[in-house]
């Protein structure tokens, strides 16, 4: 939840609006959670400045995720 990363002044954080639980997204899309974690390092990587807060440009079961690193 955004209030509450912007409350607690986190160093960084990716904001993604998907339902409680689903941190990297839905079970067994391998493509959205390797995607959103890749994310999350480039975050980790580029943030600037402390309290840096990323959204996720995805909505829960609608956004399509190209395959990132073929079998």
Known sequence: MRSISERLFLP???HLR?????A???VENR?????????CLNLL???EK???IIDAPYL?????????FPS
């Open 12 to 14: 960084r954080s990716y």
């Open 18 to 22: 998907y339902p409680f639980g689903h």
């Open 24 to 26: 990297l997204g839905e």
């Open 31 to 39: 493509n959205q959670q390797l995607q959103i974690l890749v994310d």
């Open 45 to 47: 990587e580029n943030a």
């Open 50 to 52: 402390p309290g840096t």
């Open 60 to 68: 829960w079961k609608r956004h399509q995720f190209e395959e990132l």
